[in-house]
């Protein structure tokens, strides 16, 4: 069993609804290559549940008939897997260079500050948890941040756009 | 006033849409290809267009489709690389947001072209929304019968499928966005053999840039010799510039080949010159992995010539006093920035996006961010700089893939060009926490040329 900094095991099923999605997405691939789905139904697994849990990964490499090492291996390569359960809304905030030159950092000081909490954690509502990501290539726009699962993208932040943005946030969770 | 070949339209209402897009010639070159030209001929007017790659390698995109292999009852595949991830460069973005059926119509005629019949377009995972739009710009041109079976009645069948990537850097690189599209990690493959001959699934395989699938609708609709009208030398066509970092109008431009940067940059019909009114003082022209340059250096070549935006003249010179096309990332740098913690800002980026594979990179990049990070810090000293080239040269060309390479030139180039800044992060160490070093003589114009000797 991989080894993973959240120990939870809580046992996953996978609706109907979703291995109907698996399903379709295998059809894409040529007979035999199934494996090929792995990262997309990754990104549904991750939508559905917030993030890849380990019995979830040993679910995908059961429906995929592939090893379980398979899944792990790559679930932990890319970075835009979640290995432990994020807020709500995860905020992601590009840090690279050109953002940087327009202020990222201190997009992600206010944000940390705001949330009060650091880089990785979650807020003790469950709603927020934020996280500084390599280039978003969206570099004529920054600072720019994208929330999962949709990666809705949001450009030219200033500390009061991030401010009205967790508002609205807020305000959307509790409707 | 440069031509507009890819975003001729992109103002249009609703060019988003089958309809729209086709109702401004949207498609032709598909009925063009398909009825009219043989996939050889398809082939050879793309070389004649003199098209280069505009991922940021710049190989002609012609002569990588003359390469394919072709045994009999194998089947072979075009991939479209959409996993842009180069620092500085959102162009792709752009076009699949605002103008998707340019890149599905590329994709048919390519396709055709190589004798796909099936094609993945691999888009890297953050760009969901460019997923789903893509996603329904393929069931509006299925709709019309324009893939799936017997296309246009000409017999020919292709499916055309979107992959999402997992958000890694390293999957620009082609071999190893063909391992991610099979379910694995996205280590690159060891060369040869090259993809043209076993790659995805180890069949022949074909994997373009976005703009480069794109920019073969104009190619085929007016023909290659056209095309290569435009620009200069063996720069042909148009070039799409994300243009980024402290400019007063930053976004994406569809440029003539050859442009003069100094238009490009100050011209308000480009990037209007630099935000607030500040100076310039540094340019990274093609993507972060490019050699970033002086404002003198970038704008005049070291021979006083006026610099062009082409593949050449940003190369003039070499790595000592030039640069490279690349993606065309542009990211302009303002006076007030810090050429030290962009550098490590870069070396960090590298670092993370190493995939392990190769010593060189795995190790090189972690200790170049380190020693980066320390002089940025104020607890740097003097022989830094030379320990920075040092690793930056036992990386270069010691992969397997080119990300080592893209991870030495920023550092080596902003040592090679900045070094009075370096040091001065180690001789005022306690200011450079608090200020920048500034402009310093960073866009003095440079002395003559060195006549020949006396």
């Known amino acids: 069993m991989l080894r993973v900094e959240n120990t939870e095991m809580v046992p996953v099923e996978f609706s109907t609804a979703l291995t109907d999605q698996f399903a379709d997405i295998v059809s894409r691939y040529p007979e035999g290559k199934q494996k090929s789905a792995l990262l997309p139904i990754l990104h549904l697994v991750q939508a559905e549940f917030g993030w890849v849990s380990a019995p979830a990964m040993d679910k995908v490499a059961e429906y995929l008939k592939i090893q379980p090492v398979e899944v792990y291996e790559v679930a932990t390569f890319y970075t835009m897997y979640f290995m432990r359960p994020q807020g709500k809304y995860a905020l992601e905030v590009c840090r690279t260079g050109p953002c940087c030159l327009v202020g990222a950092e201190t997009i992600m000081d206010h944000i940390e500050q705001k949330l009060g909490v650091k880089e990785g954690e979650v807020t003790a509502d469950g709603l927020f948890s934020w996280r500084g990501v390599e280039c978003l290539a969206a570099c004529g726009f920054g600072p720019v941040l994208q929330i999962g699962p949709e990666y809705t993208f949001y450009e030219k932040l200033t500390n009061e756009s991030v401010d009205q943005l967790i508002e609205d946030l807020k305000a959307k969770a509790n409707n | 006033m440069g031509r507009k070949l890819l975003l001729e339209h992109i103002n ?324 007030d920035q810090c050429i030290v913690r962009n550098t490590w800002n870069f070396a960090r980026f590298y670092h993370h996006e190493s995939c392990g594979q190769c010593s060189p990179c795995r190790e090189g990049t972690g200790w170049m961010e380190k020693v980066l990070h320390r002089l940025e810090m104020g607890h740097g000293s003097m022989s830094d700089m030379d320990l920075l080239v040092d690793v930056s040269k036992k990386i270069e060309g010691n992969t397997i893939c080119p990300l080592g390479d893209a991870a030495a030139w920023p550092v080596a180039s902003a040592i090679r060009h900045f070094r009075d800044e370096f040091e001065w992060h180690v001789s005022h160490a306690g200011e450079a926490v608090t200020r920048n070093y500034g402009l310093a003589h960073y866009a003095d114009p440079l002395p003559a040329p060195v006549q020949a000797a006396q």
Not at chain 2, 80 to 95: H, I, M, V
Not at chain 2, 166 to 188: D, F, M, Q, V
């Open chain 2, 12 to 335: 249009v209402p609703g060019i988003n849409t089958f309809d729209v897009y086709r109702s401004k010639g949207g498609y032709r070159s598909v009925e063009k290809a398909l009825k009219q030209l043989s996939p050889e001929e398809v082939v050879e007017e793309v070389k004649k267009s003199g098209l280069r790659g505009r991922g940021g390698a710049g190989f002609p995109t012609g002569m990588k489709w003359g390469f394919l292999a072709k045994p009999e009852g194998v089947a072979r595949y075009l991939v479209c690389n959409a996993d842009e991830s180069e620092p500085g460069t959102f162009k792709d973005r752009y076009l699949m947001t605002y103008i998707p059926h340019l890149l599905i119509e590329g994709m048919i005629v390519g396709s055709y072209a190589l004798g796909a019949k099936t094609s993945y377009i691999y888009v890297r995972g953050e760009m969901m929304p460019q997923i789903r739009i893509l996603e329904k710009a393929i069931a509006e041109a299925k709709a019309a019968g324009f893939l799936g079976k017997n296309i246009l009645g000409t017999g020919y069948d292709l499916e055309l499928y979107v992959q999402p990537g997992g958000g890694a850097y390293i999957c620009g690189e082609e071999t190893a966005l063909l391992e991610s599209l099979e379910g694995k990690r996205g280590n690159p493959r060891i060369k040869p053999p090259f993809p043209a001959i076993a790659g995805l699934y180890g069949c022949p395989t074909v994997v373009n840039n976005v703009e480069s699938i794109a920019a073969v609708v104009p190619i085929i609709n007016d023909g290659g010799e056209e095309y290569a009208k435009i620009g200069i030398g063996r720069s042909t066509g148009t070039k799409l510039i994300s243009a980024g970092g402290n400019l007063a109008k930053p976004g994406v431009y569809e440029i003539d080949l050859g442009l003069p940067v100094e238009e490009f940059l100050y011209s308000d019909e480009y990037c209007g010159g630099i935000a607030n009114g500040k100076r310039l003082k540094a340019v990274v022209a093609g993507g972060s992995s490019v050699p970033i340059l002086p404002a003198n250096l970038f704008l005049k070549t070291a021979a006083g010539e006026g610099r062009l935006m082409s593949y050449e003249s940003l190369a003039d010179g070499g790595f000592a006093t030039g640069t490279m096309m690349g993606s065309g990332g542009f990211i302009a740098f303002d006076e």
